[in-house]
């Protein structure tokens, strides 16, 4: 696992772009001072294993986890493009029907992970809504 760039981050968690093998992919691990946590840890284990369970066209891909010297490493799909990048990148106002049907996709899309497999989102917000570059036209 080579570590490429570090992506962000919240409270919880820690994302990083790295190549694993010859895939380039993101990387989440718990910060420094939750890993020493064995309740986060528990629950870092069971997002794993609630993700490997994740199938839908609008949720990033879940590839795989890892434990690398006692560090759990969530390996997931690198998309393109987040909202908060897209807004940043727009050199004009965004449409109405897109505004819209980010909207929509989100709320169509949220309910799925909280519902069906009960996972939290603890840090919800525009840098977390993943986008390949396709899906976005302005």
Known sequence: LQPLEHIGGGAYGVISRVKWGDLVCVAKTLQKNIQRDDEATERFILECIALSKLSHPNIVQYLGYKNVNGQLILLMELMELSLTDYLQRSKNPVPYNTVVNICQDISINMPYGHFF??????????????????????
């Open 117 to 138: 497999l009960y996972l939290l989102y603890r840090d919800e917000c525009e840098e977390g809504v993943l986008s390949s570059v396709k899906n976005f036209h302005n």
